[in-house]
């Protein structure tokens, strides 16, 4: 059965493609087409298309920037925000609205911008709010649970509303969020300080990232999450992990939490490296390392 009538396709032209290479949209450079790939340009293009479409359900692609997808790509519906969804208002003196879209570096600036501390973590996190609120995203003890006010979001049946951030219970590295929700807007919430602060403490988290990731390459940061107790880079360097390769996926020097596809690899062999290094720390150590990327789509 076809998923898209003739009248969507007309109706919103060039915002939905087929057989689309998802490839081009992570930062591993790797995955296989999306069935369909939706690309609204308001929320209204969103309500519009599940009341009419009504996919049963949906995998939201952010900046890409900690998703690997495998190789057989998607099936059904894949929707990515345009850019239309990325902006920056500042509607009280300690509040920033945000459209899902934008990314997390364009946010800290603004919030400094603005005289407003609090935001200067996300300098440091690669990829847009509406993925850094969907996984809790953080970094030097900060994260995104202690900045949010609210979200908009707009649900499966087209349905809009706001969700205050009270109602969401965040994880390390995860919340409770429904995976078929699509986060349309932020509001942030900082406090006004010096400026001069602000830029000093953004500069000195920046060079502490530029000192100890890697940059410049085909990754998408942190493979796995931190346990309660240690690093995970440190269990994958004490179970001698570091220099495992499979093709051209690779373990970055700088870093060896981060995976990398050094120019020709496929997304099974990074998948591949990923399970080996997990089933090596298991074996040596008892512990059970947990992705902290998201693995979407079929192999081939």
């Not at 009419?52 to 900046?63: D, E, W």
């Not at 509607?91 to 501390?117: C, M, R, V, W």
């Not at 942190?222 to 360097?237: G, H, M, P, Q, Y």
């Not at 089933?279 to 079929?298: A, P, S």
Request: with cysteine; proline share 3%; charged share 25%.
């Amino acid at each position: 059965m076809k998923l898209i009538s003739k009248e969507i396709e007309f109706k919103y032209g060039k915002k939905i493609l087929f057989n689309e290479k998802l490839s081009n949209y992570s930062w591993f450079n790797l995955g296989g087409p999306s069935d369909v790939l939706f690309k609204p340009s308001n929320v209204e293009d969103i309500i519009f298309f599940f009341k009419n479409v009504k996919p049963k359900k949906i995998i939201i692609l952010g900046a890409g920037s900690n998703t690997l997808i495998r190789d057989g790509g998607v099936k059904g519906v894949t929707i990515k925000l345009g850019s239309q969804f990325s902006y920056l208002n500042l509607p009280s003196s300690n509040i920033i609205e945000t459209g899902a879209a934008t990314l997390d570096k364009k946010i800290a600036d603004f919030a400094l911008e603005n005289s407003l501390t609090g935001l200067e973590f996300l300098a440091c996190i690669p990829g847009s709010i509406g993925g850094a609120i969907r996984m809790n995203s953080g970094c030097y003890g900060e994260n995104i649970s202690q900045i949010l006010y609210s979200i908009n979001v707009i649900d499966i049946f087209g349905n809009k509303k706001e969700i205050p951030a009270s109602d969401i219970k965040f994880h390390y590295r995860d919340s409770n969020l429904n995976q078929n929700l699509i986060i349309t807007s932020v509001k942030l919430q900082g406090k006004v300080f010096p400026k001069e602060l602000i830029q000093k403490k953004q500069q000195d988290l920046i060079e502490k990232k530029k000192n100890s990731q890697p940059s410049q390459i085909k990754t998408c940061g942190s493979t796995f999450k931190n346990t309660e107790n240690k690093k995970a880079w440190e269990l994958i360097k004490e179970s001698n992990c570091e220099n495992y390769q499979i093709g051209s996926a690779k373990i970055s020097k700088k870093h060896c939490n981060f995976f990398v596809n050094e120019g020709k690899a496929t997304a099974k062999e990074l998948e591949d490296l990923i399970n080996k290094v997990k089933e090596t720390v298991y074996q040596k150590t008892n512990i059970n390392l947990e992705l902290e990327i998201r693995i979407i789509g079929h192999n081939i």
